[in-house]
């Protein structure tokens, strides 16, 4: 069954270090792969997408992701964070196995100390 | 504009009573999604409806029902409300036929938060 792993229940970094975030899924093909963000009392917004083609995508605020088949991960990353990157942050896959839909991580939260 | 709206966003309400959350996305999507977040903020989707058909259902008690009276439009009704029950509840739509190319994200609403004293 496909899923999605994300090792890191929450991580805090530095204003103006470098984040990774880890993700890591389960697909048997080509996987469709996302990033959103929840920021505190809000919907998810999406950061990025993946579907085909280069595999370094960049997205909304400053934020890119890699996708690495090989090691079956979609890691995203910002080179300088902001205070008000802290949010949770959720990897997710779409499957269509029983039905199209989107499944999440269980999300890491980020903290950004001053 | 917004792309996926529901209402309420807040919703207290006590044991046994029923309730309804509504959803509208004028975003033209062809598919219509339930997700349920828990209190360790966990997603997993409930139910989800391709132009009015009930597509996934997994495994949510019968007192939740969802209902599409059209494709724009999937409600959720639940019945005898729980303590349980109490979470954050995001309609979500996306656009399924016709995919394998990039529009193929959900949207979502901005939750609604349940709490069943």
């Known amino acids: 069954a496909q899923s999605v792993t994300q090792p890191d229940i929450h991580i805090t970094v530095s204003e103006g270090a470098s984040l990774e975030l880890r993700c890591n899924y389960s697909y048997g093909a080509t996987p469709y792969l996302f990033w959103y963000v929840q920021s505190p009392g809000q919907g998810l917004q999406l950061l990025l997408k993946?579907?085909?083609?280069?595999?370094l995508v960049q997205g909304i605020k400053g934020f890119e992701a890699e996708f690495k088949r090989s090691q079956s991960s979609f890691n995203l990353r910002k080179p300088s964070v902001h205070w008000s990157d802290a949010a949770e942050y959720f990897c997710?896959?779409?499957?269509?196995?029983?039905?199209?839909?989107?499944?999440f991580g269980a999300g890491t939260r980020l903290f950004v100390k001053a | 504009d917004t792309a996926v709206s529901q209402t309420p966003k807040y919703l207290v309400t006590q044991m046994g009573n029923d309730k309804s959350i509504k959803c509208e996305q004028n975003l033209g999507h062809d598919t219509m999604y339930w997700y349920k977040q828990d209190s360790k903020k966990f997603l997993k989707i409930m139910f989800s409806y391709n132009n009015k058909e009930l597509i996934i259902n997994e495994t949510v008690p019968n007192r939740f029902s969802p209902k599409s009276p059209d494709k724009a439009h999937l409600n959720l009704h639940i019945n005898s409300l729980e303590l349980g029950d109490s979470a954050v509840y995001f309609c979500?739509?996306?656009?399924?036929?016709?995919?394998?190319?990039?529009?193929?994200?959900?949207?979502f609403g901005q939750g609604t938060r349940l709490t069943v004293v």
């Open positions: 997710a896959v779409v499957s269509n196995t029983g039905g199209f839909k989107t499944i």
């Open positions: 979500a739509s996306s656009q399924v036929s016709g995919r394998r190319n990039s529009n193929t994200e959900a949207f």
């Open positions: 993946y579907f085909s083609g280069d595999t």
